[in-house]
């Protein structure tokens, strides 16, 4: 049964990095990151859109924002911590970040 589950989860990945849009807006709505955040509006945290333009052309943006995303973060876009998710699954959180730094 874990090895099921296991293939399972695999698959889900793979099928995550295939379809980006639309699935890394579902682990977004998964892993509860659209309470603070939307694609193109300040919320409780910055817009997608503006974190895409902050970090667009800077070659190591997305192993620091995986790093935000697992560990947390403060004070780079005001008073608002953004709260650690290290339960996120890392490829989870890669396929997030791809998906957010490919916002225009």
């Known amino acids: ?3 099921i589950a296991a293939v ?3 698959v889900t990945v793979a099928v995550l990095a295939a379809l ?3 699935a890394s807006d579902a682990l977004a709505k998964k892993h ?3 309470a603070c955040h939307t694609t193109d509006k300040k919320m409780v945290g910055p817009s997608y859109k503006d974190v895409a333009a902050k970090y667009r ?4 943006a997305a192993a620091k924002l995986a790093e935000k995303v697992k560990k947390g973060s403060s ?3 005001g008073q608002v911590p953004m709260p650690p998710n290290a ?3 890392d490829a989870e959180v890669q396929a997030l970040v791809s998906w957010i730094l ?3």
């Open 8 to 10: 399972a989860g695999a």
């Open 32 to 34: 509860n990151c659209l």
């Open 57 to 60: 052309g800077d070659s190591a």
């Open 102 to 104: 490919s916002q225009k």
């Open 1 to 3: 049964m874990k090895r």
């Open 20 to 22: 980006p849009a639309q």
């Open 87 to 89: 339960t996120v699954p």
């Open 75 to 77: 004070g780079v876009w």
